[in-house]
């Protein structure tokens, strides 16, 4: 082997046990004293080192063994500058400064178990650059967790007067607010200050508002300037007899409830689709059969599809009864209309009574409108109306009504003419001779009576009496020669040769002879001339004077048409006043005679 020999070059070829100043060699290493070795390999093996370690590169951790002693930093040189911690104290929490500068925060400590700050501004941050961000706050003995939150002047989360948010041991999420005063809301905001939903100290459930009506424990106002406020409840089943709605009940057994829901075929429709919105208030029997249970029994069905008969789906109204009202009805004038009222064998479906009673009954009035449209869309007119007015009350009861049927063209002051039918049984006209019973178009067949017609004939009614002038013996005269027998067509067709034979004149043989003497048949009472409008199906539609097709309307401005009507003239003749005619003929022609014979006879 050779040795280098610092200042003195290499020395080679020497033997093995050589002694060169207490360095031993041998065939893999040169041994310095007793603690340095040197091996072929490059490895040095040595117990301790003394110096700069600054140029000591490359030194494998794996080759690193055994245990370092403690170690003085006394001769170490070209370290970095040390660290320095400024205010630091017990629990504070050390956070970085500038340079080799920590902090110790008193306003940020944590002593094992409570992590704190108290700041005048402080907030905490967590914020992710992909992902969600999340703060947990977690129990690991089913001890619940909670969030509190003190926005009072001390934060201390104590004295009632702090919220917090819970997780209970339940599986509960509480949101719990408190203040001193027993008075805390719970409040849900939008667009940052917009309020939206409030639940009170008291309990009470407002949206819209800050506060509700006494006795309200629930109140939903609309902010909207439109005014429009609306509560949804769906129900997704579309089976028939599905419900979404509302129960109400004063028991909490249940006992007695009512109930407003919307059902999909609702009651006995025969599977055609009436929907409805039903009432029901009842006292049930037994704890829990208060619900919605598939098996109510409404006693109101508002129908929102309510065949007509006529082809049109409209709404319908059915009290006492799960049929829509519509379905008893055919079409037309057979429908039953839009509203059914139902009550037992015996007992009535329906009154109508006034709120304000009066003394005796007198001027006691109730009643029912019956409107056309184009009058009951108008304001201050409604059609034909019906009033039942109780007059002449007999005590409190009022038990001597009139019954009242009054057409008139405002609800306020009647403008046309009615009937009335008395608590004896008597029929009465509204108005003094006024009215008709019955026209040249719309007959009655045959009255009946116990005793004849009266006809006033009081004198202070009367004007221009005089005698028959010599034109008017004349046509007299014509027209009693007038009078056949004769028969009816209409009995004939129904009754064949049994139809009776009747005694008279025709008005229109009355008119010629009229005329003949100079004089207008419709001048005279005991003549009679009736127009008549009929539309396409033969209904009486008016006069064509005072109602009907061309007739002027006030209330629309406008002439109605007659195009698509029939108008038809029927004469006729009041035989009383004829024969009170023909009667004073032949008195004044007797006694013209009996003057005459008596002048013969004193001649």
Known sequence: MSVQVKGSGTIGGLDEGLVVSGIVTSSTQINVGS????????????????????????????????????????????????????????????????????????????NGT????????????????????ALLLGSSNAGGARLYLDGDSNGDWSGNDYAYIEHDTSGNLNIVGDNPANASNIIFKTNTTTERLRITSDGE??????????????????????????????????????????VFTTSTGDYGTGKIFYERDAGSNSGSNYDALCFDAWSHGSAGAGGLTGNENAHMYLWGQC???????????????????????????????????????????ITLMSTSPVSGGYNDIIGINFAAHNYGTHQYRSGIYYQIKCKNGHGTYGDRGQLYLQPGYDGQNAQGQGVVFEFNGHTLPTSDNGQLLGNGS???????????????SDETKKQNIVGLTTSEMNAAARISKLFKTYKWKDSVTKKGDTARTHVGVTAQSIKTEMEAEGLSAAHYGFWCED?????????????????????????????????????????????????????????????????????????
């Open 307 to 349: 065949a007509t008969g006529n082809g049109g789906q409209y709404q319908g109204l059915g009290i006492g009864t799960n049929f829509p009202a519509n379905r008893y009805g055919g079409t037309g004038f057979n429908s039953n209309g839009a509203a059914c009222f139902f009550a037992p064998l015996g007992s009535n479906a």
């Open 114 to 133: 409570d992590l704190i700050m108290n700041t005048s501004g402080g907030r905490i941050f967590s914020t992710r650059t992909t992902g969600e961000a």
């Open 531 to 603: 127009h008549g409008w009929y539309d396409s199906e033969g209904e009486y539609v008016g006069d064509g004077l005072t109602s009907g097709p061309g007739v002027y309307d006030e209330l629309t401005d406008t002439t109605p048409t007659t195009v698509g009507f029939t108008s038809t003239t029927i004469y006729g003749v009041r035989y009383e006043e004829l024969l009170a005619f023909i009667s004073a003929y032949n008195e004044q022609r007797f006694t013209s005679l009996e003057a005459r014979v008596a002048a013969l006879e004193g001649s």
């Open 35 to 110: 603690n340095i070795k040197i091996g072929s390999a490059g490895i040095v093996t040595a117990t301790s080192f003394v110096g700069s370690g600054a140029n000591l590169t490359s030194l494998p951790a794996a080759n690193l063994t055994g245990t370092l002693p403690a170690i003085s930093g006394a001769n170490l040189t070209s370290l970095p500058a040390q660290a320095t911690i400024s205010n630091n104290a017990d629990n504070r929490v050390i956070t970085g400064g500038s340079g080799v500068n920590l902090n110790g925060e008193a306003s940020l400590t944590f």
């Open 442 to 456: 719309l007959r009655w067949s045959t009255v009946y009576a116990g005793s004849g017609s009266i006809n006033t």
């Open 205 to 246: 459930l407002l949206l819209g508002t800050t506060s509700a009506y006494a006795g309200s424990n629930m109140e939903i106002r609309s902010t909207d300037a439109g005014g429009s406020t609306e509560l949804r409840i769906t129900n997704n089943a579309t089976n028939a007899n599905t419900k979404a709605g509302i």
